[in-house]
Each structure stands twice: as C-alpha cells, then as structure tokens.
C-alpha cells in the first residue's frame, strides 16, 4: 500500500474543494491512498503520512477550519505542504500586497512545523450564489477574470509532492 495523504481544504464556496479533488487525483494517480476532505470534518491526522492543507482566503485570513486544522498538535509530525487560494480579476496576478493572497501568519506557522511550501493559486468567485458580497464582487470583475484557477499549475505542484514522497 501507498502512503496516506490526506488532502484538507477551507472553503466557503467550493471553489477550494475543487482544487483539492484535483490534487487528490495526482497523489492518488502516483499510487498514494489519499482522503480528501473539509478541514472541518478532520478529526485527526495520526493515520496519515502526509498532509496537504489549503484554504479559501477571505479579507486576508484563512477560514476558520483550515486554521483549526493547521494549529492541531498532531499536525506537527507530520510531513506538511500549505496552499491558499484567492486572487481573482484582472489585476489578480501582478498584485501587490502580497498578505492579502498569502497570510503570513499562515506562513510562520507553517515555517514552525516544517512545512515544504506555502503556495498560492488563483481563485473563482461565481455570480450565482453566496451572499451579496460574493455577487456583488463578481460583477464587478470581468467574467473572463472570475475563475483564475490554472488546472495544469495546480497538477504541477500536486505531481512534486506525489515525488517527494515517492516510495
Ligand atoms: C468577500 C470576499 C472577500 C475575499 N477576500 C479575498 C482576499 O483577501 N484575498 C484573496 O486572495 N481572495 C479573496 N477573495 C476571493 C476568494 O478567496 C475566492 O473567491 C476563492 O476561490 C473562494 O473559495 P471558496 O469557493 O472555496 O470559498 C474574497 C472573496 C470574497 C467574496
């Protein structure tokens, strides 16, 4: 048998959960036994081997499951990689602010446990559903800017941790 990747994710609006469905599919493509699941619905991660933690960002912070997951004691030995996912729109990706797309606090926490990387990858915000913040965010940034996820940059980064753990 492989080894055991769970794959957590953060998410308001499901964006997040496709991201981590993606690299599921990687790891377990390279013959790791991957579970993938909510942040929230993570009850412990002694039974794995290795830990791919990623949240929605909104207004510069994590959501509140990632955060729990990621401030878990048993978190701590076990091999760990970080993404946050968030920019949308035109200006998304020559930004500055940088703490807005990547917290740092998520970064020095993951510097604390060892983690290999905190990366970022483009977001999606849809018109349809979610509240008035969401929709009205939507409309306001050019359809072709609303889903800025790279599917080929998300399997990259999926296919070096499926090596770096290969048996
Ligand atoms: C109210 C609101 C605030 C947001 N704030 C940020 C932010 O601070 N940084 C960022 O990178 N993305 C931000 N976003 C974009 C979301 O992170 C992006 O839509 C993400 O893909 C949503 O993921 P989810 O569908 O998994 O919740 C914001 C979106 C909304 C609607």
């Avoid at 909510?38 to 510069?60: F, I, K, P, Q, W």
Wanted: proline fraction near 2%.
């Amino acid at each position: 048998m492989g080894k055991r990747a769970l794959v957590a994710y953060g998410t308001k609006s499901g964006a997040t959960g496709e991201i981590a469905a993606a690299i599921g599919d990687v790891l377990a493509q390279a013959g790791l036994d991957v579970d993938v699941r909510r942040a929230g619905h993570v009850r412990g991660v002694e039974n794995y081997d290795l830990v791919v933690l990623g949240s929605a960002v909104y207004m510069g912070r994590w959501l509140h499951e990632a955060r729990r997951l990621l401030s878990r004691r048993d978190l701590e030995g076990c091999e760990v990689w970080l993404f946050s996912s968030g920019p949308v729109g035109e200006q998304a990706r020559g930004r500055e602010g940088e703490k807005w797309t990547r917290p740092p606090r998520i970064t020095r926490r993951g510097e604390r446990i060892g983690a290999h990387d905190h990366v970022v990858f483009g977001g999606s915000v849809s018109e349809h559903g979610g509240g008035f913040l969401r929709r009205n965010m939507a409309k306001s940034i050019d359809p072709a800017f609303r889903d800025l996820r790279d599917w080929d940059e998300i399997a990259v980064w999926a296919s070096k941790i499926a090596s770096a753990h290969a048996e």
